[in-house]
């Protein structure tokens, strides 16, 4: 007869249970009580528990409670009295007992993984009085284990590297795998690995988990990854047992087991001659098969014409070797290069020297293409020297610049006005000979740093730059003067004794040359010959560029003489020495106790005796009023005067007039002198801008003359600019500058409508065909020929 598969569950549960009931002994066990237990003053004898040993077959599946065993107290006779109860773990809710019989059953599925035991509490009481018969005994019911887990990786899915090339037998990683089931019983949890996928690569110990390689030479570059799948299967792995699986992703890592080597035995590259220092000539790179480290290289050049002009570093990202240039280069002088390039790894393993060298070589050949340089100055800075003293045109110093191409282009000289604004300099286009335009003065600038620029005559486009400092050598052009204001004084009625009324020293002065002398300055000082004589002060010259002024006599009075002037004569030591009259004002004052000034006011002496200090400050303060009102009144009165002065809110940076209609704006003649259009001879004189307030007026430009129109328009531009450049009443911002100049020559003399007598005339404009085909559109358009006509 077949069992079905639930019977045949319930069978083996059964006779699961009676092996393990029958191999343990049916003993009872005895449960003493060490004192006599006393109840209502009576004196009790000892009396004992038996009950069987209690074990649970996990994982029941019947519909039936599951008999667990029976308790017994030998007070019980069987007839009744007696009634049993349980408490502790699972009482009532798992665990039931017949409270007559003692018997306790499972009412519901027992797992020994969530719970291997219970712990509970009998006690036997008196069905009548309910009171305990015995004291309360602790038992244990042990759940018995069946294999009803698989085992499980828990650390699963696995990764793990291994070198590529590694011998067999090499570690990868462990794997583990554990199974819930009790490993104290039988063989539910003694589980053995296998391999399932991966072989022949990698192999697995049975009962370690040990993954390791089992084919020598595996080869990154061929393929880097392999997915390994282990089971692991407990009872030993015998028929029956459970099983779980798990995957494991292997990574060959690299070694340095490939050499580079360059795709090519040669290059050619192409590079123009104008290109800067330290600009990229070329990348080169070696393949390497490896990665990482392993395929980290250095570039050298080992050979070539062009060591000291080119060099190679490597690019970190990206193991490039980058060829620079080092030097300058210059097709007229050569025209290629040929350089011998190494690439070579940095890391090398020595267990794979046997494949071969690990670098490589390849020829790099450069080719210098020619292009239109600018010219070339023989000197990158030239220094030069003239006297202040030079007049205008004197030949100061000369450049040299060429063309470094094989044309050899003649060569323009000019200088950078913007190096030179005052245009103190000029040099001659063709020879390069710098002469003054101006007359220098040391004192204002003691350096002059021109550019000149050198100019192909075939490609004004290629222009060179040469630098020019000029310095300016120092004549005796400057006569000494007083090196500051001295304020000097003299006590009035100062007592001397007469040893010494001819030495009181009341001023030391010295003197200042705005020259340079190549010895330094010497100066003399006397008084001049109008003062020598005087009776008051003398002079005292102490040959160290300083003199001492003294007094001749005492008891000076502020009522008699309160300022003295003493001029003094300074003269340097230049060839011509020069001379100046340097006047030194002397005060006499009221001075203290000390000899310090304290008054020099002469004034104080004739102020009437009864004006007050508070009518002096009174008088005062009505002065200041009456200077205020009068300064107010004026200013006002030039604000009328002054229209077009723009209020400082307005902040206009250009003067617009806008004319909304047709003809008739001739006059409005406020924005600009409207003579300017109609005659290019007139006077022109100088007008204030009116975006500001004029505080210097200006002398009047010169007239212009009949003089060819480039010239006319080139001064004019020129005056314009000077004005602009020098104005101080110009604003520190850009601002329309208004050319309304015409220029004359023209046979067709002015266009404009100016002159007109009317906007409605009527004029004959037969004569603009008689001018040629530049005028032929006016003559179509104005004139009155049969051509000309309209339907």
Not at 81 to 103: H, P, Q, R
Not at 317 to 325: K, V, Y
Not at 649 to 665: A, K, L
Request: hydrophobic fraction near 35%; include cysteine.
């Amino acid at each position: 007869m077949k069992l079905g598969k639930v019977e045949f569950c319930h069978f083996l549960q059964i006779l699961a249970l009676f092996l393990c009931l029958s191999g343990m002994n049916q003993a009872e066990l005895t449960r003493s009580r060490s004192k006599p237990y006393f109840q209502s003053g009576r004196t009790r004898t000892k009396r004992s528990w038996v009950w069987n040993q209690f074990f649970v077959l996990e994982e029941y599946m019947g519909t039936d409670p599951l008999y667990v065993g029976k308790l017994h107290s030998d007070v019980d006779k069987g007839d009744g009295s007696i009634k049993y109860i349980l408490s502790g773990e699972g009482a009532s809710s798992i665990f039931i007992i017949d409270e007559n019989t003692g018997d306790i059953h499972a009412t519901k599925r027992l797992d020994r993984e969530e719970q291997a035991y219970y712990t509970l509490r009998a006690q036997a009481l008196d069905r009548l009085t309910n009171k305990p018969v015995e004291p309360e005994s602790e038992f244990v019911i042990k759940i018995q284990d069946i294999n009803d887990n698989e085992p499980k990786f828990l650390d699963g899915p696995y990764t793990a590297g291994v070198p590529e090339m590694s011998p067999v037998g090499t570690s990868v990683v462990q794997v583990t795998a554990t199974d819930a089931d009790d490993p104290t019983y039988g063989n539910s949890a003694r589980v053995v690995y296998s391999i399932l996928q991966g072989q022949p690569y990698f192999s697995v110990e049975p009962k370690t988990g040990v993954i390791k390689t089992a084919l020598p030479n595996m080869d990154r570059e061929a393929k880097d990854q392999y997915l390994l799948v282990i089971q692991a299967k407990d009872m030993v792995g015998q028929n029956g047992g459970l099983s779980g699986t798990t995957s494991v992703t292997v990574t060959l890592t690299d070694v340095n087991d490939n050499p580079p080597r360059f795709p090519r035995r040669s290059y050619q590259y192409n590079v123009p001659e104008s290109l800067p220092v330290a600009s990229v000539v070329a990348r080169i790179k070696a393949a390497d098969a490896d990665v990482g480290p392993n395929a980290e290289m250095e570039y050298k050049i080992v050979d070539g014409d062009g060591l000291g002009v080119f060099k190679i570093s490597v690019d970190k990202d990206t193991q490039e070797g980058i060829i620079t240039i080092q030097k300058e280069l210059d097709f007229e002088a050569k025209t290629s290069y040929t350089l011998r390039i190494e690439a070579a790894n940095m890391h090398v393993d020595p267990r794979f020297l046997s494949l071969g060298p690990f670098s490589d070589m390849t020829t790099v050949k450069i080719i210098v293409e020619d292009v239109d340089e600018p010219p070339v100055f023989t000197s990158h800075l030239y220094s030069m020297v003239v006297s202040e003293a030079a007049k205008v045109g004197t030949i100061i110093g000369t450049v040299a610049a060429h063309d470094p191409d094989a044309s050899n282009s003649p060569v323009r000289y000019s200088i950078d006005r913007n190096t030179d604004l005052e245009r103190y300099f000029n040099i001659d286009a063709n020879s390069g000979v710098i002469t003054t335009a101006k007359s220098l003065d040391r004192e204002t600038n003691a350096v002059h740093n021109i550019t000149v620029l050198a100019m192909e005559s075939q490609n004004p486009a290629q222009i060179g730059r040469g630098y020019v400092a000029i310095t300016i050598l120092d004549i005796n052009d400057n006569a000494p003067e007083f090196a500051m204001e001295y304020e000097t004084t003299v006590c009035e009625n100062a007592q001397m004794k007469p040893c010494c009324i001819s030495k009181q020293v009341i001023q030391k002065i010295s003197a200042i040359d705005k020259d340079d002398p190549p010895n330094g300055h010497q100066f003399y000082f006397s008084l001049t010959a109008e003062a020598a004589n005087n009776h008051n002060f003398t002079l005292q010259d102490n040959k160290d560029n300083t003199a001492t002024v003294l007094t001749k006599r005492n008891g000076f009075r502020r009522q008699e003489q309160s300022v003295f002037y003493l001029p003094i004569f300074i003269v340097d030591s230049g060839s011509p020495s020069l001379s100046s009259t340097n006047t030194l004002t002397i005060r006499v004052c009221d001075c203290d106790a000390d000899g310090i000034a304290q008054t020099c006011n002469a004034e104080a002496y004739i102020l009437p005796a009864g004006l007050s200090t508070g009518a002096l400050i009174a008088i005062l303060a009505c002065v200041l009023t009456l200077l205020v009102l009068v300064l107010l009144i004026v200013t006002m009165r030039r604000r009328k005067k002054e229209p077009l002065i723009f209020d400082e809110e307005r902040d206009i940076r250009e003067n617009i007039v806008r004319y909304d209609d047709e003809g008739g704006g001739e006059e409005d003649t406020e924005a600009f002198d409207m003579a300017a259009l109609r005659n290019l001879n007139i006077m022109r004189d100088t007008k204030t801008r009116r975006d500001v307030t004029p505080e210097i007026q200006f002398l009047s430009r010169p007239t212009f003359k009949s003089i060819p129109d480039n010239v006319i328009f080139r001064e004019f531009i020129w005056e314009r600019l000077k004005e602009a450049d020098v104005d101080p009443c110009a604003p520190p911002y850009d601002s329309l500058q208004t050319y309304a100049f015409e220029g004359n020559g023209s046979v067709a003399e002015s266009l404009s409508s100016l002159d007109s007598i009317s906007s409605n005339s009527d004029q004959n404009y037969d004569y603009l065909s008689d001018w040629g085909p530049r005028f032929k559109r006016l003559a179509d358009m104005y004139g009155t020929g049969p051509d000309c006509l309209y339907s």
